[in-house]
């Protein structure tokens, strides 16, 4: 089946704008997990959504947010784009959320901003 | 608060020696899971293994294995007879309960693997 689908790949923003980013899931899961990944901060948890709610918000700031659809499908928004936003930001789809089941993640989308 | 520790920033073997990546672990909670994953320059994480708090068995599968000891909070990674196609960085993470349902892995720094032919 496929895998978990992320796009774009690659985006280049200038500083103050807002970006959105888009994350499909496995079909069937309804999990569907945002990190961030940096070279100075490493991997972290961005939030978390189940059925189209929010269940668990990791600690940035409020320009930083997300949804998901019916289709389980997830999008993350930032805005106001600060240089320190570049990253690559990885989507983690699941079938519940629960460990038990692990995480698939995709490819991840690379944000630059200049 | 979780935290997950790679000592190794950095390892480069020679192509078929065994090399093993150290993780270390801190947890409050009872139940819990321990990932190991591996990123290779194409950016996507890649599942590799992972085991809850009460299976202590370790596992070989082909050429990885893995060693986890709950008495020292250690989930060790070993790759026997490495290739140049195990050059990737590899990530220890720890799943803990968020509440509502949530789950949310941390993850250590990573550890860069170079596998020189």
Redesign the interface.
Known sequence: KAGVTQTPRYLIKTRGQQVTLSCSPISGHRSV?W?QQTPGQ????LF?Y?SETQ??K?NFPGRFSGRQFSNSRSEMNVSTLELGDSA?Y?C?SSS?????Y???????T?LTVV | AQKVTQAQTEISVVEKEDVTLDCVYETRDTT??L?W?KQPP??????LI?R?SFDEQNEISGRYSWNFQKSTSSFNFTITASQVVDSAVY?C?L?GY?????????????TKLSVIP
């Open positions: 997990s990190y490493g991997l972290q948890f978390e189940f269940r668990n990791g690559l990885l983690a519940t959320g629960s460990s038990i692990g995480y698939t993640f995709g490819s991840g690379r | 819990y899971y990932f994953y194409s950016g996507e994480l890649v599942f992972r809850n990530f993470a799943s968020s509440g509502a349902g949530s789950y949310q892995l941390t993850f250590g720094k990573g």
